[in-house]
Every structure is written in C-alpha cells, then in structure tokens.
C-alpha cells in the first residue's frame, strides 16, 4: 500500500538519479537532472509558502505548457496543496465558474492574462495571482528564482488531495474530481509495472499537462521511475520524428498517431529505437493501429481511462494487442457490466476518485450501493476480461425504440473509400424520436449520400442505416482528439425538423 505524499517517493528518486537528465527541451534551450528538479520544485515551493499557499488550498493553473510549470506541479504536491490544472483555451468567463467552485488561495496564469485574472480574482475573493510564462518568465518564476533550494515535504495521508481535475463534460456543469495522492501512486506503480518503464527510458512528451493523460499517466510514471523525458511544449510530428531516435517510449492521443502516419519522414528507420507506443483518451481507430504496424513494425498499445479513475484498462505488453479494444482490467483494478452487453462500465479500485468536490448528491449518483463508479461508457468484456468501448451512454442513439451504438456505424462507414472520418449521432425526428445521421470527412473523393447509403444498408440493419451523410471538412475536437458530439448534435439539430 502507497500512502503519504506522492512526493515523497519523487524525492527518493529525483536524491538517487541527481546527475542523471530527467527533462529537456526538444529544440535542446534547456535541460534538467533529476537534482535540478528537486531543487527546482523546492523553490517554487517555498515561493509558494510565501504566497500563502498551506497543505489543503487550491492552486489554480491557467499556464502554457512549460518546463517551469512541471516544477510548479512538483511544487504544489510537495507543499501539500491541491493542483488545479486548466486548459489554456478557457475563457475569463469560464474560469470563472472553476476559480467560484474550487475557491482556490492561488491562482497561477499566463503573463497576459494578470490584469484580467486579478479582476476575476477579487470578484471571487482569491488571495494572490501570479503569472508563469511559456518560456519560463513571469512573477512566479522571479519569486522561485529568489527562494531557498531546500524546502521540508508536506506530511499528507494517502487519502489527501493531490488534485482537482474538471471533467471536460460537453454537457451540464464540469464537474471537480477529487484526486488523492493514493489514487495518483497506485495507478503510477501498477503503469510502471504493467509498461515495463524504467530509467533506461527516454519518454516524448507532447500531450498538454492540464489533463490525466500527459499530467498524471506521463510525468508520474517518468518520475517513479526516473526515466527521462524530452520535452514538446506542443505536438509538432517533424521535431517528434526527429526526436525518436534518442528515445524509446511515446504516450499520445490518436491524433498524434494518425498525423506522424501522414507525414512522409516516418518511416520503420525513424521509429527502430522505440520500444513502446501508447495510446489513450479516445478511441484510436482499428485502421490506425494497423497502418502503424505495416509501417513501423510496432503494434499500439492502446489503454483506457478517465479524469474520475486514472487509467483502467491496458492491453497487454507481452500477448495480444487487438486494434479496436482497450485491453484488460489493471491489477488491483475490478470492472463489470450489470446486465446485458453492451452496457456501461463499472470500475471499482485504488485508482478510482474520492467524489466531486462539493457535490455529494451527484457522487452519491454515480457510484453503485457497492461502490463502483459508473463510467458512463458504453463496452463489452469478452469471457478472458478483455474490454471494448462503444461509446459513450449519452451518445447512445434511440430510433423508434431501437438502440443503436454509433461505433458500429463510423466502423462500417471509415472502411468506405474516400471517408476519412466520421461521427454518427442520433438527432430529433418527428416519427423516429431520433432519426440517424452520419457526419464525415472526406479523404478523396466522396461517393454520392444515395449511393453511401444504399451501400451501408447492405452490411446494417434499417434501423442502423443513417438517414442522412453530411460532409464536414472536419471533425469538431477538443485538446484530446475526443469528438465533440454534443457539438454535431447542436449543429444539425433541425435535420429532419
Ligand atoms: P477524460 O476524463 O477527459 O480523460 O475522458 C475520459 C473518456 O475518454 C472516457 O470516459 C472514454 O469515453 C474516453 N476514452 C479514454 N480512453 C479511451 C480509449 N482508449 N478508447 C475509447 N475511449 C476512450
């Protein structure tokens, strides 16, 4: 059992590897030993002790991805506070209603936004406001630049927050998932394990730090197991090409995959040092998966996780990795369906959050009597536990009293020539309840709709047949390559209206 401060075991790890590299940045400006981390997040610590920040308190991150903001993560873990990571694309408007829910003591932003926070800020009665840049600049970083490089560790139990993590919900109010420091060091321990990583790795980092994904799954597994990174304060699939050969383990998003697909530099030469490939946050096409493989050699690992849970399942490191399924169960880690399949999956283990902050009635809903969460996906487990999503329960689709998947259709759809991608959604008909629509992209040219249909009504039942193919010139996406569905429903709300 892990308990205590995450923080702690960072520390062990960052005092035994301190000459060794821990981070450095892609274009080469920068680079860090595990030593200069430790210190570095000392500093910032007691930059943050100053501001005062106390174990407990919300952080607030509003930051562009940066070497310093790792140090500041480091840093608020350390100080026994709670980090708030949010994505750089919200709004004043919709920072507010975080900053309104989470009442942090600090709020942290980019150097641009200070006036505009500090006057968010009062409103919402928050004590201090600093700023951190993207190439590490900013008050904050002046502060830490000034402060002792020794700093004493927070004392925090394992069921303590480490993290308030807003769920990307497209519907309703986001929600805040309580993260302890428990949840973040078993599903750290059970990855490193599971994944084989170790000190001889050289991990590609190029996911945003505001999420679980590049957040919690990349930086904590690099630093339990002092592997080192290289730094992309974005995904540029040239300089991550380019970068490969003195690495040997990526994590990424299906965007990541299918871009370095479609750029002619990759070959099987540029990916021959990597070890492992690994794919997560929304579902990575089977197609995909099998032109990596043609192309490189490696077969994707693809695992599945979310924002309330950490990672769930992951296919297997040695045995199969089947395109199109999200693998097995982590260990320690229970998942089940009640009833028929598909059906939503349940996960019960030391991976899965504390509730939603501040609202008990809505984490007493979404826990069973036993206490599973319920995900709110839609999957099936195979009779050897093996695990496949369909999508998600709200996207489900009703047509004259039918249940339709809408991964089964963008399945038979993405295998037509000329679709590159496609959605399908379910949207107001006045004799169906929901009448089924397609919305895809095009990737040469595009068959006529009578014709696109006529075709799929051969392989699917009427009832799964869209009515209507609509060409988008893309998909509408959030940071992680997620679909937003809600978004298509909205647009063509009045389809059949
Ligand atoms: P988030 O909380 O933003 O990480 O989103 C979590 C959601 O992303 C899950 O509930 C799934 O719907 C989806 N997701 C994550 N990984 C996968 C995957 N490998 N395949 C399909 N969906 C995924």
Redesign the pocket.
Same mark, same amino acid.
């Given at each position: 059992m892990s308990g205590g401060n995450l923080y702690r075991r960072f520390e062990q790890v960052f005092a035994a590897h301190a000459e060794r590299c821990a981070i450095r940045s892609a274009d080469g400006s920068l680079q860090l030993t595990f030593g200069d981390l430790g210190r570095g997040a000392s500093r910032y610590a007691n930059a943050l002790a100053t501001l005062g920040v106390g174990p407990g308190d919300r952080v607030s991150v509003q930051v562009e991805k940066s070497i310093a903001n790792v140090l500041l993560y480091l840093a608020v873990m350390k100080a026994g506070a709670v980090y708030q990571p949010l994505n750089t694309a919200y709004t004043a408007a919709e920072v507010t209603h975080f900053v309104e829910d989470a009442q942090p003591k600090l709020i942290v932003c980019d150097p641009a936004r200070q006036v505009e926070m500090r006057t968010l800020a009062d409103r919402c009665g928050v004590f201090a406001v600093v700023n951190l840049g993207a190439h590490g600049e900013g008050s904050l970083a002046a502060l830490a630049a000034s402060m002792d490089d020794r700093h004493e560790t927070a004392e925090r139990a394992a069921d303590d927050l480490a993290g308030l993590?807003y769920?990307?919900g497209t519907t309703g109010r986001s929600k805040g998932a309580m993260i302890t420091h428990g949840n973040l060091a078993s599903n750290a321990e059970t990855l490193v394990d599971l994944w084989r990583i170790t000190g001889a790795d050289t991990l590609l980092h190029a996911l945003p730090i505001f999420? #679980?994904?590049g957040l919690y799954v990349a930086l904590n597994t690099a630093f339990l197991s002092a592997a080192s990174m290289v730094w992309f304060d974005r995904f540029d699939a040239q300089a991550m090409i380019a970068a490969m050969p003195q690495a040997t383990l990526m994590m990424g998003v299906p965007t990541f995959y299918t871009r370095l697909l479609s750029e002619k530099g990759f070959t099987r030469e540029a990916a021959r040092g990597m070890r492992l490939f690994i794919?997560?946050?929304?579902?990575?096409l089977a197609e995909t998966h099998r032109a990596f493989a043609a192309l490189t050699g490696h077969a994707i690992l693809?695992?599945?996780?979310?924002?309330?849970t950490g990672m769930i399942t992951s296919n297997p490191y040695d045995g199969a990795r089947v395109p199109g399924t #999200?693998g097995f169960p982590l260990p320690g880690v229970s998942v089940r369906i009640q009833g028929n399949q598909p059906g939503v999956l349940e996960v019960k283990g030391p991976n899965v959050f504390k509730g939603y902050w501040r609202m008990p009635e809505k984490t007493r809903e979404e826990f069973t009597a036993d206490h599973y969460f319920i995900?709110?996906?839609v999957g099936t487990i195979a009779d050897d536990a093996r695990v496949t999503?369909v999508?998600?329960a709200r996207d489900l689709i009703i047509t004259g009293g039918f249940n339709v998947y809408p991964k089964e259709i963008e399945d038979v759809l993405d295998t037509l020539p000329g679709i590159g991608e496609s959605a399908v959604i379910g949207v107001p008909h006045p004799d169906f309840g929901e009448g089924v629509v397609a919305v895809v992209t095009a990737s040469g040219p595009l068959a006529p709709e009578a014709e696109i249909i006529a075709t799929l009504s051969q392989t699917l039942a009427k009832f799964k047949v869209p009515k209507r193919i609509l060409v988008e010139a893309e998909l509408p996406r959030n940071a992680?390559g997620?679909v937003q569905k809600a978004e298509l429903r909205r647009r063509y709300a009045a389809t059949f209206g």
């Amino acid at each position: 059992m892990s308990g205590g401060n995450l923080y702690r075991r960072f520390e062990q790890v960052f005092a035994a590897h301190a000459e060794r590299c821990a981070i450095r940045s892609a274009d080469g400006s920068l680079q860090l030993t595990f030593g200069d981390l430790g210190r570095g997040a000392s500093r910032y610590a007691n930059a943050l002790a100053t501001l005062g920040v106390g174990p407990g308190d919300r952080v607030s991150v509003q930051v562009e991805k940066s070497i310093a903001n790792v140090l500041l993560y480091l840093a608020v873990m350390k100080a026994g506070a709670v980090y708030q990571p949010l994505n750089t694309a919200y709004t004043a408007a919709e920072v507010t209603h975080f900053v309104e829910d989470a009442q942090p003591k600090l709020i942290v932003c980019d150097p641009a936004r200070q006036v505009e926070m500090r006057t968010l800020a009062d409103r919402c009665g928050v004590f201090a406001v600093v700023n951190l840049g993207a190439h590490g600049e900013g008050s904050l970083a002046a502060l830490a630049a000034s402060m002792d490089d020794r700093h004493e560790t927070a004392e925090r139990a394992a069921d303590d927050l480490a993290g308030l993590l807003y769920t990307s919900g497209t519907t309703g109010r986001s929600k805040g998932a309580m993260i302890t420091h428990g949840n973040l060091a078993s599903n750290a321990e059970t990855l490193v394990d599971l994944w084989r990583i170790t000190g001889a790795d050289t991990l590609l980092h190029a996911l945003p730090i505001f999420h #679980v994904h590049g957040l919690y799954v990349a930086l904590n597994t690099a630093f339990l197991s002092a592997a080192s990174m290289v730094w992309f304060d974005r995904f540029d699939a040239q300089a991550m090409i380019a970068a490969m050969p003195q690495a040997t383990l990526m994590m990424g998003v299906p965007t990541f995959y299918t871009r370095l697909l479609s750029e002619k530099g990759f070959t099987r030469e540029a990916a021959r040092g990597m070890r492992l490939f690994i794919s997560g946050s929304a579902p990575l096409l089977a197609e995909t998966h099998r032109a990596f493989a043609a192309l490189t050699g490696h077969a994707i690992l693809e695992r599945y996780g979310m924002t309330e849970t950490g990672m769930i399942t992951s296919n297997p490191y040695d045995g199969a990795r089947v395109p199109g399924t #999200v693998g097995f169960p982590l260990p320690g880690v229970s998942v089940r369906i009640q009833g028929n399949q598909p059906g939503v999956l349940e996960v019960k283990g030391p991976n899965v959050f504390k509730g939603y902050w501040r609202m008990p009635e809505k984490t007493r809903e979404e826990f069973t009597a036993d206490h599973y969460f319920i995900t709110g996906d839609v999957g099936t487990i195979a009779d050897d536990a093996r695990v496949t999503i369909v999508g998600r329960a709200r996207d489900l689709i009703i047509t004259g009293g039918f249940n339709v998947y809408p991964k089964e259709i963008e399945d038979v759809l993405d295998t037509l020539p000329g679709i590159g991608e496609s959605a399908v959604i379910g949207v107001p008909h006045p004799d169906f309840g929901e009448g089924v629509v397609a919305v895809v992209t095009a990737s040469g040219p595009l068959a006529p709709e009578a014709e696109i249909i006529a075709t799929l009504s051969q392989t699917l039942a009427k009832f799964k047949v869209p009515k209507r193919i609509l060409v988008e010139a893309e998909l509408p996406r959030n940071a992680m390559g997620k679909v937003q569905k809600a978004e298509l429903r909205r647009r063509y709300a009045a389809t059949f209206g």
